[in-house]
């Protein structure tokens, strides 16, 4: 289905009015809407994309609590709550990190608070989510290379075999992918994981994209630190998620021989040097 024709549907089959482009991702396209009086964002979602499905589901399942709300979805569009203030990295470009930080913190505490179902099919467990990671760990093996892949997916898997505490995760939460709104800092665009909850912190520290901040060593920790004392969680497993999934982000970059790509990998690799030495 083109765009046009998807967005003429939903706007009939929603009772949806007065659309205006937001962003074309990746994924998806985004549309401001009015809905009942109100401004909602609908996203119509690129054929065969799953990653937006488990997003849909695990918005549904935090049911607004610290994330946007999702108000109506199908296979192939979802209607959100409009989380219309600033983004949270804005917060940080003022020089207020450590206050971001802890509304991350705040965020994070909310998500989590949620009734866990027993059963969380149609959400990613996470160490498939670790795949790639472990797969060039296993090619670099074989070549008898002792890469920082290796040491990343050994570290990993250590985490997995002593993973505790399982929550419903964003999978996703950085300062880019948290605004203000009416009722507070809401989260949206999740992954929809399920995993041990130390692991939603390692977005936060790889980011944002500010170079002096997130490559600075004791910003590194200190941001490790206030997130273990607002979350009340061990300081040493954030850190060793961290690591292990900036080896996991720079593993996805490396089949792509673009030059953003070669920088993603550069990035990630330098948050892991960063770390690798306060490991336990």
């Keep these: 289905m083109d765009d046009p024709h998807q967005l003429a549907t939903y706007l009939h089959a929603w009772n949806l009015a007065e659309p205006q482009l937001l962003d074309h991702t990746a994924t998806s ?10 401004t909602c964002v609908l996203k119509l979602l690129n054929a065969q994309e799953t990653d937006e499905q488990r997003g849909a ?4 399942l935090f049911q ?15 209607l959100l709550e409009y989380a219309a203030g600033a983004e949270l990295v804005t917060l940080v470009e003022s020089g207020a990190d450590a ?15 949620v009734p866990q179902p027993l059963a969380m099919s149609g959400l990613m467990p996470l160490d498939r989510w670790f795949a790639a990671l472990f797969r060039q760990a296993a090619t670099d093996k074989k070549a008898g290379i002792a890469s920082i892949y290796v040491r990343g997916a050994a570290r990993a898997t250590q985490l997995f075999a002593d993973s505790h505490e399982q929550r419903i995760l964003h999978g996703d939460i950085h300062h880019r992918n948290i605004r203000n709104s009416a009722r507070g800092w809401l989260a949206f665009d999740p992954k929809g994981l399920v995993g041990e909850r130390a692991y939603e912190c390692a977005n936060t520290l790889c980011n944002p994209v500010i170079p002096q901040l997130v490559h ?15 979350l009340t969680l061990d300081r040493s ?13 720079a593993s996805w970059w490396l089949a792509n021989d673009s030059v953003q790509a070669v920088k993603f990998v550069d990035w990630s690799l330098a948050i892991a040097q960063r770390i690798e030495p306060h490991l336990d």
């Design 57 to 60: 589901l695990a918005l549904h």
């Design 29 to 38: 396209s985004l549309y401001t809407v009015s809905h009942g009086g109100e």
């Design 237 to 249: 497993r954030i850190l060793a998620w961290t690591y292990a999934y900036a080896c996991l982000n």
């Design 216 to 230: 600075n060593e004791q910003r590194l920790l200190s941001t490790a630190t206030i997130l273990a004392d607002r």
């Design 99 to 113: 206050e971001a930080t802890c509304i991350i913190a705040e965020v994070i505490t909310r998500l989590h608070a």
């Design 64 to 78: 607004g609590n610290g994330a946007v709300r999702l108000l109506r979805a199908d296979a192939h569009a979802q």
